[in-house]
């Protein structure tokens, strides 16, 4: 049971916008910045947002993302089927101490 | 270029200590705001955070491995160094050494992994 919450899966075509949710607590989101992460299969995940919404260079503006309260979502438009990948959200927990992650979203281009 | 590297057995067997080393270059783990750490990915399933020292030796761990895990660095070797003890089956995973810039930026830079596989 992760401490951040995501949707298991999320689907679009090719040229959509999708969007992926992460729900937290005051503790976690609602008080840090949210990271989100992408994992391509048989890889290792790589930095996609970080502080809420910066992108880190080479990450294309197609990705987006945005914080309010205690949830926070990652913004995908123009979806192509390089974005086939699980999609994790983190943030810092105060209560806990802790770096937490999300369940992870794998994201299907149909 | 920033780039880690973690190295360690592949196959332990339960109750054993399991030591991991991350190298990295690129960087200097004593300057300010910098830090290296563990997250671990059981096959199939989500990240999870182990552990994190920064420049100025002060490390933090996951509250439900605290008692089993030790980070430690050795800044002249550009080397973090891992133990967790009493290995179980449920810690087979990959295991990745991670970048944490300042500011706040993230993990930003990840090794490829190393899969650790607890049997006897």
């Known amino acids: 049971q992760s401490v951040l919450t995501q949707p298991p899966s999320a689907s679009g075509t090719p040229g959509q916008r999708v969007t992926i949710s992460c729900s937290g607590s005051?503790?976690?989101?609602?008080?840090?910045?949210v990271y989100w992460y992408q994992q391509l299969p048989g890889t290792a995940p790589k930095l996609l947002i970080y502080r809420n919404n910066q992108r880190p260079s080479g990450v294309p503006d197609r990705f987006s993302g945005s914080k309010s309260g205690t949830s926070a979502s990652l913004a995908i438009s123009g979806l192509r089927s390089e974005d086939e990948a699980d999609y994790y959200c983190a943030a810092w927990d105060d209560s806990l101490s802790a770096v937490v992650f999300g369940g992870g979203t794998k994201l299907t281009v149909l | 270029q920033i780039t880690l590297k973690e190295s360690g057995p592949t196959l332990v067997k339960p109750t054993q200590t399991l030591t991991l080393t991350c190298t990295f270059s690129g960087f200097s783990l004593s300057t300010s705001g910098v830090g290296v750490g563990w997250i671990r990915q059981p096959p199939g399933k989500a990240l999870e955070w182990l552990a994190l020292i920064y420049w100025d030796g002060d490390k933090r761990y996951s509250p439900s491995l605290k008692s089993r895990l030790t980070i430690t660095k050795d800044t002249s070797k550009n080397q973090v160094v891992l133990t967790m003890t009493n290995m179980d089956p449920v810690d087979t995973a990959t295991y990745y050494c991670?970048?944490?810039?300042?500011?706040?930026?993230?993990?930003?830079?990840w090794g490829q992994g190393t899969l650790v596989t607890v049997s006897s």
């Open positions: 005051s503790s976690n989101i609602g008080s840090n910045y």
């Open positions: 991670v970048h944490d810039g300042s500011n706040w930026v993230g993990f930003d830079y």
